[in-house]
C-alpha cells in the first residue's frame, strides 16, 4: 500500500509559478514511477509530467519548457515546479504512483490560474 499527500496547489496571476508536493508513504520501495495528472470539470483526466524510479522524465507537449518534474529520495517527495503559468492551466491537479501492479491517487489539489 502507497499513500499520496499533494500540497502546493492555489490561486496565481498567469505568468505566475507554483510548485506542488507529492509526499509518499507506505510500501515506497516498490514505486515504479510517479506522476500528475490534472483535470478540469467534465474532462477527463490528463497526464501532465511523469518520473520513474530510474529518472526517466515525460512531459506532456502543453506543458514542456514550463514544468519541471523532480524527487527527493530521501523525503520521499516528487515536486511539479509550473511556470510561466495560464489560465488553461487551471485545474485539479493529482498525485499518481504505479506500485507492485498497482496504480495508487492522492486527493488532489486545486491550481487557479487567474488574475
Known amino acids: 500500500q502507497v499513500q499520496l499527500v499533494e500540497s502546493g496547489g492555489g490561486l496565481v496571476q498567469p505568468g505566475g509559478s507554483l510548485r506542488l508536493s507529492c509526499a509518499a508513504s507506505?510500501?515506497?520501495?516498490?514505486?515504479?514511477?510517479t506522476g500528475w495528472y490534472r483535470q478540469v470539470p467534465g474532462k477527463q483526466r490528463d497526464l501532465v509530467a511523469q518520473?520513474?524510479?530510474?529518472?526517466?522524465?515525460y512531459y506532456a507537449d502543453s506543458v514542456k519548457g514550463r514544468f519541471t518534474i523532480s524527487r527527493d529520495n530521501a523525503e520521499n517527495t516528487v515536486y511539479l515546479q509550473m511556470n510561466s503559468l495560464k489560465p488553461e492551466d487551471t485545474a485539479v491537479y493529482y498525485c499518481?504512483?504505479?506500485?507492485?501492479?498497482?496504480?495508487?491517487w492522492g486527493q488532489g489539489t486545486q491550481v487557479t490560474v487567474s488574475s
Open positions: 499518481n504512483c504505479y506500485a507492485s501492479g498497482r496504480e495508487y
Open positions: 507506505g510500501s515506497i520501495i516498490s514505486i515504479y514511477r
Open positions: 518520473i520513474t524510479s530510474g529518472g526517466i522524465t
